[in-house]
Structure formats: C-alpha cells, structure tokens
C-alpha cells in the first residue's frame, strides 16, 4: 500500500526545483583572440620555456589580467619600464609595439629583448617613417588617428622624432587640426578603432586637405573589424550585450560602444564571469555575448557556465566569417 504524506503528518515531500528560466544567447563569431594576441603570448611562452624564468614583461604583453595572471603563474615579471629589469635579464615588448627609445635602452644596458609587438602594428610603424622619409624634401607631416595614453599610440608616435606627428581624437580635432603645411600631410591609425567613427575623421580631413595621403591598405586591423561586424549582427537583436574584455583594451570598449549604436539597449563591458552582476540580466530574453581581441575564450565559457546556473540557455552563434590568419614567432624564437 503507498503511502502519503496525508496519511503519515511526519512525512513530508521535497520541494521541487524551480523551473530555470530561458535565456536566448547570440555569440558573436569571430571573438576573443586574434593572431597577434596569440603571437604574443607565445613570445612569452617559448621564452620562458628556453630561458627559464624570470623573463621580463614591459608593460602588459597584452590587455587582459587573466593572460597576465597566467604568464605570472609561468614565471613572467611584468613592470612599468626597463629600469625595473636587472642586468643580463631576458625581456619582451608587448603586442601594442614601443617607442624607439625602448629598444635602444634596451641594447645600451645590454639586454636580451624579443620583440612581440603584433605585425599589423609594425605595418604601421613602417607607414610612418615611409610618409616621414627621414625629414628631407619628401617629408610629410603625420597625424595620427588615435587616443591618447595608449601603449600603441605612444609605441607609434615614438618611431619619429617629436613634432613629426600630431595625435588626432575626433571629428572635431580633425575639422580644427592646424598642420603648418596642408599640401604635405599623411595620416595613419591605431589598429583597435571603431572602424565607423575613424570613417568619419577620415572623411573629414580628406574634405578639409583633398592632397592628405592614407595608408595603401586599412590600418585598423582584421581582427578589429570582423569583430565589430560580427557585433553588428548581434546587436539588434539583443536587449543586452555582454562585451568580455578588461578595462584598459581599447578593441573591448571599441566592441561595447559598436553594440550600442548598432540597436542593443544596453551593452556592458565584463572583465570576467565572476564579476557578473545578475541584476543587469534582468527583463533580458535575449543576451548578446562577444570578447574582445585580447580574451581568451574560456572566459566565454566560463560565462556560459555561470548563466547555466540560473537559465536554460538556447545558444546560437552568429558568424560573418572565418579567420585563419596566424603570426610566425620572431626570428629568434621561430628556428
């Protein structure tokens, strides 16, 4: 005879769980790192696996403390500058590139260095001392699309002697700027920019100075473009995106301002899963998940994993294309 718990008051049912609620998830496709992140990181890799560690990191090989804290975790020494490198210590550049002045301390104190600086990056430095000609007669004054503070700018800027350059931030600096000669003038750009607002100071100093000369092809970078459409795609259909990414990555902030213009109420930039604060999910059927180009897809899934802990998640990922583009190391990491 079955027995329930009317027929025994002692006995008593488990609750059942409650019933998660759905989630709509769109990943963005192409995320997280491109090649010459991934290059980066291998720099540091294979350098403390044929050196030993410590090997010396200047500045963040790239933006993003969860690849930072991993390198730590390997042995990696990251500092601020090379007069917190001791002698006879191996060193790295990080991918956003340096200032000549770097290298050239660096041979000085006879430092062992490699070079990560990403090539896209380096294209740019050569598009610079190309339009500069080493000042004579066919020099052109540069300006340079890009915000000011950083590692790339200041790594760019630092291939030409001070005055060959002039930083440009807006549309509006670009209708103000006042180069002394307008029939000789250049412009380059950061890689990591919102290809749509650098459309717009380009046309605007292309309208104001119709000899200024460009790049032959596109300085903002692959990686940074395929992400900002495959954030487009997304975009309208979300009522939130989620842009994993740390602070200080200019390809991140780029992401989340591209999602917002693009139609999604709201996007936010998330370090990692664990600072997630539920409270912002709330009202959303449909979340919008992309990385930046520093990082690295388990914080991706770690997210998914976090969500699943409250939803039933419905994935779909949304891709405008496929990249397969890879970096050989530097010539004296790649024998």
């Given at each position: 005879?079955?027995h329930?718990?009317?027929?025994?008051?002692?006995l008593?049912?488990?609750?059942?769980?409650?019933?998660?609620?759905?989630?709509r998830?769109?990943l963005?496709g192409?995320r997280?790192?491109?090649?010459?992140v991934d290059r980066?990181?291998r720099?540091?890799?294979?350098?403390?696996?044929?050196?030993?560690a410590?090997?010396?990191v200047r500045h963040e090989?790239?933006?993003?403390?969860t690849v930072v804290?991993?390198?730590?975790?390997?042995g990696?020494?990251?500092?601020d500058e090379?007069?917190e490198?001791?002698?006879?210590?191996q060193v790295v550049?990080?991918?956003?590139g340096?200032?000549?002045?770097v290298p050239?301390?660096?041979?000085?104190?006879g430092?062992t260095?490699?070079?990560?600086?990403?090539?896209?990056?380096?294209?740019?430095?050569?598009?610079a001392?190309?339009?500069f000609a080493?000042?004579?007669p066919?020099?052109?004054?540069?300006l340079?699309?890009?915000?000011a503070?950083?590692?790339?700018?200041?790594?760019t800027?630092g291939?030409l002697p001070p005055g060959?350059?002039?930083?440009?931030q807006?549309?509006d600096?670009?209708?103000?700027?006042?180069?002394?000669d307008?029939?000789?003038?250049a412009?380059i750009?950061?890689?990591?920019l919102?290809?749509d607002?650098?459309?717009e100071?380009?046309?605007t100093?292309?309208?104001?100075?119709?000899?200024?000369q460009g790049?032959?092809r596109e300085?903002?970078?692959?990686a940074?473009?395929?992400r900002?459409?495959?954030?487009?795609?997304?975009?309208?259909?979300?009522?939130?995106v989620?842009v994993i990414g740390s602070p200080?990555?200019?390809n991140?902030q780029r992401?989340?301002?591209?999602?917002?213009r693009a139609g999604a109420p709201r996007a936010i930039?998330?370090?990692r899963?664990d600072q997630l604060?539920?409270?912002?999910?709330e009202?959303?059927?449909?979340l919008?998940?992309?990385?930046?180009?520093?990082?690295?897809?388990v914080?991706v899934e770690?997210?998914?994993?976090?969500?699943?802990e409250?939803?039933?998640?419905?994935?779909e990922?949304?891709?405008?294309?496929?990249?397969?583009?890879?970096?050989?190391l530097?010539?004296?990491?790649?024998?």
């Amino acid at each position: 005879m079955q027995h329930t718990s009317d027929d025994n008051p002692s006995l008593t049912l488990a609750p059942r769980p409650a019933a998660k609620a759905s989630l709509r998830i769109l990943l963005a496709g192409p995320r997280g790192f491109c090649a010459g992140v991934d290059r980066a990181i291998r720099v540091v890799e294979e350098a403390l696996r044929r050196f030993g560690a410590p090997v010396y990191v200047r500045h963040e090989i790239v933006h993003n403390r969860t690849v930072v804290e991993q390198l730590e975790r390997q042995g990696a020494v990251f500092v601020d500058e090379l007069t917190e490198v001791p002698e006879d210590a191996q060193v790295v550049f990080s991918a956003h590139g340096v200032p000549k002045s770097v290298p050239a301390e660096a041979q000085r104190r006879g430092l062992t260095y490699l070079d990560a600086t990403c090539p896209l990056v380096s294209k740019v430095h050569r598009e610079a001392e190309r339009h500069f000609a080493g000042g004579g007669p066919d020099s052109h004054h540069i300006l340079m699309i890009g915000h000011a503070g950083h590692p790339e700018v200041e790594g760019t800027m630092g291939q030409l002697p001070p005055g060959a350059m002039t930083l440009v931030q807006s549309v509006d600096e670009a209708a103000t700027v006042q180069p002394a000669d307008p029939g000789r003038l250049a412009f380059i750009t950061q890689t990591t920019l919102s290809v749509d607002d650098t459309a717009e100071i380009v046309a605007t100093l292309r309208a104001r100075f119709p000899a200024i000369q460009g790049p032959k092809r596109e300085d903002i970078c692959y990686a940074t473009t395929n992400r900002q459409a495959a954030v487009k795609t997304i975009a309208p259909e979300s009522d939130l995106v989620l842009v994993i990414g740390s602070p200080n990555s200019s390809n991140s902030q780029r992401l989340r301002e591209v999602a917002e213009r693009a139609g999604a109420p709201r996007a936010i930039l998330l370090p990692r899963a664990d600072q997630l604060d539920w409270s912002v999910l709330e009202g959303v059927r449909t979340l919008g998940i992309t990385a930046g180009a520093s990082a690295p897809e388990v914080l991706v899934e770690q997210l998914l994993d976090r969500l699943r802990e409250r939803y039933e998640l419905a994935i779909e990922e949304k891709s405008v294309t496929t990249e397969d583009v890879v970096f050989k190391l530097p010539a004296p990491l790649a024998c």
